[in-house]
């Protein structure tokens, strides 16, 4: 495996990004820890999105070369399981917006897979594959018809909603909603059995191939890391809100680096 370009940028720049890379002799991944939609937290120092993808960074690092892509969802989802203790289990039972979660991506050098579990994407030579969540479209699409609402009657502005997304407050139950649906319609790592059916396998033959891994943040996937951000750049350009050329659950905010923390890395293998 031979490591081309890498890069992580924050969301905002002003904290540090819920995403994180991992390169170890026998695995690549990005991880994208999901964005907290409460204000509790698990550890002091850092948001639980930034937490699980803490977490899981450190699983990988220890892998065996050896590992399966069962084995790997099993015992991530220990991993971050065992944060949890046990007086908190009902807790996290019942209320999974309270959980460490994230999305990841994973190539097994030994096994030449690429295992996607949750809202991931990739490029493998010119084949473009994703992985997401089955009622993201459906939400992003209800903000965009609300933030489309409000400008026509008069109640916001551009402007407004990048200064204050009333849109994306509106569809938040819907986030909250969906999220019971976490590992049962849809897979991530939350420390809850990961469907075996939800999670993506996509194997390699032994031809000469170069990948790339990312995280969602790059609403348009290109072969290189410059040709992303200039896709995502002329994004912000044309729709800042994030509801015609590309829908989104968040808006790139004023003072943003971007709408979303986005890691890039493409290899050879």
């Known amino acids: 495996m031979k490591i081309i370009e890498q890069q992580i940028i924050s969301k905002d720049p002003k904290k540090k990004p819920e995403d994180a890379i ?6 690549i991944a990005v991880i994208d820890g999901s ?15 930034r937490y699980a993808a803490t977490i899981i960074s450190r699983y990988i690092k220890k892998m065996p070369a050896t590992t399966t892509s069962a084995e790997f969802c099993r015992g991530v989802t220990a991993a971050i399981k065992k944060k949890y203790g046990r007086r908190h289990a009902e807790l996290y039972a019942t209320h999974p917006e309270e959980r460490l979660t994230a999305s990841c991506i994973v190539y097994s050098r030994l096994r030449r897979e690429i295992w996607m579990v949750g809202d991931c994407q990739c490029l493998v030579g010119d ?9 993201e479209q459906l939400v992003a699409n209800q903000r965009a018809e609300e933030a489309r609402r409000l400008i026509d009657e008069g109640k916001a502005t551009v402007e407004s ?4 997304d009333i849109a994306r407050e509106a569809i938040i139950p819907r986030l909250l909603e969906e999220m019971r649906n976490q590992n049962v319609t849809y897979a991530v790592v939350d ?5 075996r059916q939800k999670v993506k396998v996509i194997p390699l033959d032994f031809s000469p191939w170069t990948i790339v891994l990312a995280s969602d943040g790059y609403p348009f996937l290109k072969p290189t890391l410059s040709e992303s951000e200039e896709a995502l750049e002329e994004q912000r350009r044309r729709d800042p809100l994030n509801i015609t050329t590309f829908k989104a659950t968040k808006a790139f905010r004023r003072g943003m680096n971007s709408f979303d923390d986005r890691s890039y890395i493409r290899f050879t293998v």
């Open 127 to 135: 084949n473009y594959f994703d992985n997401p969540k089955p009622s």
């Open 161 to 164: 909603l990048l200064d204050n």
């Open 191 to 195: 420390g809850f059995p990961i469907p």
């Open 22 to 27: 991992v390169v170890t002799a026998d695995f």
């Open 35 to 49: 964005t907290s939609k409460t204000n509790s937290r698990l550890s002091w120092w850092m948001s639980n999105g």
